[in-house]
Nanobody
Framework: QVQLVESGGGLVQAGGSLKLSCTPS????????MGWFRQAPGKERQLVAQ?????????YYADSVRGRFTISRDAAKTTLYLQMNSLKPEDTAVYYC???????????????????WGQGTQVTVSS
């Protein structure tokens, strides 16, 4: 299994920006970071952004973040990023990076195809 470490969270005012990073370690050949999820207090976990396939650059964004957030990865397709601009108080949540085996394709908003999760990084947006 691969271990994932997120970084880059913090406290920011509404309208500000943050960039999250997800760095893998361990058996990195088994699963690859491909998605960002978030969970706010009292709410269900939500898929924020995802690469639909390891081999392709097609991405999915939740309606609530499209146009403000950008998911990207390094050339080796191992380190994952989430650039968050124009942040809103409703973006406040713990953000999780998730990895899945590269043979999976398609959007997975349930998280069922992901087998490794980071510990999460808190993003707080003040109004």
């Amino acid at each position: 299994q691969v271990q994932l470490v997120e970084s880059g969270g913090g406290l920011v005012q509404a309208g500000g920006s943050l960039k999250l990073s997800c760095t893998p370690s361990g058996r990195t050949f088994m699963s690859y970071p491909m998605g960002w999820f978030r969970q706010a207090p009292g709410k269900e976990r939500q898929l924020v952004a995802q690469f639909r396939a390891w081999i392709e650059d097609s991405v999915y964004y939740a309606d609530s973040v499209r146009g403000r957030f950008t998911i990207s990865r390094d050339a080796a397709k191992t380190t994952l990023y989430l650039q968050m601009n124009s942040l809103k108080p409703e973006d406040t949540a713990v953000y999780y990076c998730a990895a899945r085996p590269r043979h999976f394709r398609g959007t997975d908003d349930s998280g069922e195809t992901y087998d490794s999760w980071g510990q999460g990084t808190q993003v707080t947006v003040s109004s």
